[in-house]
């Protein structure tokens, strides 16, 4: 089955303690993406990914940092998080017959709770 | 950067009737509009997609039309039904650096 699979689903620290959101894709997709989800506010891209160890700031990246070491795995990590970065966060990516981030297939969700 | 400004951002309509949720781009490179609907918990799911060289298209009984002079697209929603009910983004891309930039979002709800 086609899926991005994010995890943790639910995440709740305090700030200032490391944490990584994984994701990962089977779909062989090239284009990856990190999102934001706030009341009010829509989806913000925060990285975007066009292939393997490429990467780019999307609209909100400070605080934020990825890494694309394999095509399949696009990992969110927060070096030192604050409660500022309490969202809901969506993984994407998208296939590859057309302009890079056309027809995004999103993940779960992480919904992180930050103290 | 590209800004997407959406309107409405809550939209009541009965069962049956019509809606229509626009949005407007401020980057005239943009050549790229999805519209992504997400139910109450769920992920965003694409439902129409147009490129800038259409001035619209339609799946059923939802459509999309494109103005690029204007810089603004629409979503329109006919028959409207309960499962209608949910949270609409729109989006716009640019070829130059393939950001997607979504709207703050609409919420639809059907009244039965």
């Known amino acids: 089955e086609a899926q991005v699979t994010q995890n943790p689903r639910y995440l709740i620290t305090v700030t200032g303690k490391k944490l990584t959101v994984t994701c990962s894709q089977n779909?062989?997709?090239?284009?990856m993406s990190w999102y934001r989800q706030d009341p009010g506010l829509g989806l913000r891209q925060i990285y975007y990914s066009m292939n393997v160890e490429v990467t780019d700031k999307g609209d909100v990246p400070e605080g934020y940092k990825v890494s694309r070491k394999e095509k399949r795995n696009f990992p969110l990590i927060l070096e030192s998080p604050s409660p500022n970065q309490t969202s809901l966060y969506f993984c994407?990516?998208?296939?590859?017959?057309?302009?890079?981030?056309?027809?995004?297939?999103f993940g779960s969700g992480t919904q992180l709770s930050v103290l | 950067g590209e800004n997407v400004e959406q309107h409405p951002s809550t939209l009541s309509v009965q069962e049956g009737d019509s809606a229509v949720i626009k949005c407007t781009y401020s980057d005239s490179a943009s050549n790229y509009f999805p519209w992504y609907k997400q139910e109450l918990g769920k992920r965003p799911q694409l439902i129409i997609d147009i490129r800038s060289n259409v001035g619209e298209k339609k799946d059923q009984r939802i459509a999309v039309t494109l103005n690029k002079t204007a810089k603004h697209f629409s979503l329109h929603i006919t028959e409207t039904q309960p499962e209608d009910s949910a949270v609409y983004f729109c989006?716009?891309?640019?070829?130059?650096?393939?950001?997607?930039?979504f709207g703050a979002g609409t919420t639809v709800t059907v009244r039965a």
């Open positions: 994407a990516s998208s296939w590859t017959g057309g302009q890079p981030n056309e027809k995004l297939f």
């Open positions: 779909m062989n997709h090239e284009y």
């Open positions: 989006a716009a891309s640019s070829p130059n650096d393939y950001k997607l930039s």
